[in-house]
């Protein structure tokens, strides 16, 4: 079992499931997603474009998949099923080629296939992500018992939109730094490990919860985030293992702060007006950008790395 520590905060948004991590869509992104494995998911992401390589080859995400099923798969899937999968997915949900192959936890089926059988018995995309409708789902049947024929969408799917939303490059998004070094404020070192640093010295006021959210999955260190008045009410709402819930307000640079104590494990989620990003497993490390770092790697001991940093809905 994964530490739950610092797991997933693919804050996915409400309307993508275990899929991408833009609103209209993470999750998270976004680039995963999802928490996953050690390395540098900003590097990965240069490299790798979110191609597949699946049985029939290399094979761009989305080709030769009719236009509904490759945005049910973007919009519900990607975060996690992506390449490589994230978060414990066994395998991806991208291409033409990941559908076409056997499942891995149903070796006699297609992927397709049991991938409509676990929309249809509500088991995919796991709570709390919302599911796919019954329209959707409709529609991605009919296409694989029709004999899923290949066929050209016709659309760019990838404007704006990252098939997982982790594969972004490193880049500060915002074009603004904190060049204040260590003074003291409510705006410094976005991106930074709040907890970490300010245990260190007897500097600096306390916080049970601490961290930054942006608009993309891979910031640097001191690059401003996500500025509440431009993204609507953004906020961290905090939900204690009591029911105790915490909305905490995020600043001018995308900083998020809870002084006191939190009765753990927590669960979290980030808003701004309707639109919603859930942090998928509950928390018990308060220190945000430990986990959610520029590249993914975990500063927090005994904990797995998120994929990147907490991102806007």
């Known amino acids: 079992m994964r530490n739950p520590s610092c797991v997933l905060m693919a804050l996915v948004a409400l309307a993508a499931g275990c899929g991408s991590a833009t609103s209209g869509v993470e999750g998270g992104g976004g680039p995963s997603n999802a928490a996953g494995s050690g390395g540098d998911p900003a590097a990965g992401a240069a490299s790798n474009g979110g191609a597949e390589v699946g049985s029939g080859g290399a094979t761009a995400a989305g080709e030769g998949l009719p236009c509904e099923v490759s945005l049910l798969l973007t919009k519900y899937c990607a975060t996690c099923h992506s390449s490589p999968p994230k978060a414990g997915a066994p395998q991806a949900l991208l291409t033409y080629a990941n559908l076409n192959a056997l499942a891995v936890t149903a070796p006699t089926e297609k992927l397709a296939a049991f991938s409509v059988t676990r929309m249809q018995n509500g088991t995919m995309p796991p709570k709390p992500f919302p599911a796919p409708t019954a329209s959707e789902i409709a529609t991605f049947k009919a296409w694989v018992d029709s004999g899923m024929p290949m066929t050209t969408c016709g659309m760019d799917l990838d404007a704006g939109v990252p098939m997982n939303p982790y594969d972004t490059p490193l880049m500060c998004s915002s074009g603004k730094t904190w060049t204040g070094g260590d003074e003291g404020s409510e705006l410094m070192h976005p991106g930074g490990a709040c907890i970490d640093c300010h245990s260190r ?23 401003n985030g996500t500025n509440r008045a431009s993204a609507g009410t953004l906020s961290v709402l905090i939900t204690e293992s009591n029911g105790t819930a915490h909305t905490l307000p995020v600043n001018a640079v995308g900083n998020f702060f809870f002084r006191g104590t939190i009765a753990g494990p927590y669960t979290a989620q980030v808003t ?17 950008n430990g986990c959610h770092s520029a590249a993914g790697a975990s500063t927090v001991a005994g904990a797995d790395p998120a994929p990147g940093r907490i991102m806007a809905p």
């Open 201 to 223: 010295g007897g500097e600096g006021p306390r916080y049970a919860i601490a961290g930054t959210v942006f608009p993309s999955a891979h910031e640097p260190l001191d690059c």
């Open 272 to 288: 701004a007006g309707s639109a919603v990003r859930v942090m998928a497993h509950p928390q018990t490390s308060g220190d945000c």
